[in-house]
């Protein structure tokens, strides 16, 4: 079982930066791909970034990359999510997600874990 608690959220001014720490409880933290995730209002889930067991394969969804960066600290069972240059639609509910599989898996189905969300907005 694994439990993810997220931290970091808020609010910003566009060009902004936020930080969002997910720590993770379990055993297995160091062998299971890590995401993010976000839902705005109205709108679907969507993968954000996504980081296999090593820290050595990452994915981006097109509208981040370049702006954020997503990490790992297997000995502090912790993934990161660094924002800058935020937008005003990058505005939503953040969501960290963690499978049983080693991969950086894009789609939410694959992840069995989730943390309950950390709200990011940003304005204009």
């Known amino acids: 079982q694994v439990q993810l608690v997220e931290s970091g959220g808020g609010s910003v001014q566009a060009g902004g930066s936020l930080r969002l720490s997910c720590a993770a409880s379990?055993?297995?933290?160091?062998?299971?791909?890590m995401g993010w995730f976000r839902q705005a209002p109205g709108k679907e889930r969507d993968i954000v970034a996504a980081i296999n067991w090593s820290g050595g394969t990452t994915y981006y969804a097109d509208s981040v990359k370049g702006r954020f960066t997503i990490s790992r600290d297997n000995a502090k069972n912790s993934v990161y999510l660094q924002m800058n240059s935020l937008k005003p639609e990058d505005t939503a509910v953040y969501y960290c997600?963690?499978?049983?599989?080693?991969?950086?898996?894009?789609?939410?189905?694959?992840?069995?874990?989730w943390g309950q969300g950390t709200q990011v907005t940003v304005s204009s």
């Open positions: 379990g055993r297995t933290f160091s062998s299971s791909g």
């Open positions: 997600a963690g499978s049983a599989y080693s991969p950086a898996f894009t789609q939410s189905s694959r992840y069995g874990y």
